[in-house]
């Protein structure tokens, strides 16, 4: 967690209250980190951290926005910021459709 509120310090994001969430809480089997955190401006961020080797594709994206819909229902709130932090490559469409879908999509994270 130390260098995922140094990484969002240095964008000048600060937060005043920061969480980790399990997948095992949401039903899930992946192997993602989760959090949720609330930024000192008042700003709710959903926040996935997704660390694999092998490309993430569309279908990944579908299965990232029910992962979003079930932390939302598990927390009973609607996030203003959702964002993945990704170190594998990504797919232009999968790309395209996050943000699509208000998504933040940080590459330079790790």
Not at 22 to 47: Q, V
Request: charge should be positive; glycine fraction near 2%.
């Amino acid at each position: 967690m130390k260098e995922l509120t140094t990484y969002y310090t240095n964008k000048n994001i600060l937060f005043k209250d920061i969480k980790q969430i399990s997948p095992k809480e949401l039903g899930s089997r992946r192997k993602i980190d989760i959090y949720a955190g609330t930024s000192t401006d008042l700003n709710f961020y959903a926040i996935f951290i997704l660390d694999s080797k092998s490309r993430f594709i569309r279908k990944n994206a579908n299965d990232l926005m029910e992962l979003c819909e079930k932390l939302s229902t598990f927390l009973d709130h609607n996030f203003k910021k959702k964002e993945l932090l990704i170190s594998s490559p990504l797919c232009s469409k999968a790309k395209e459709y996050l943000k699509q879908n208000e998504w933040s999509i940080r590459v330079d994270f790790m």
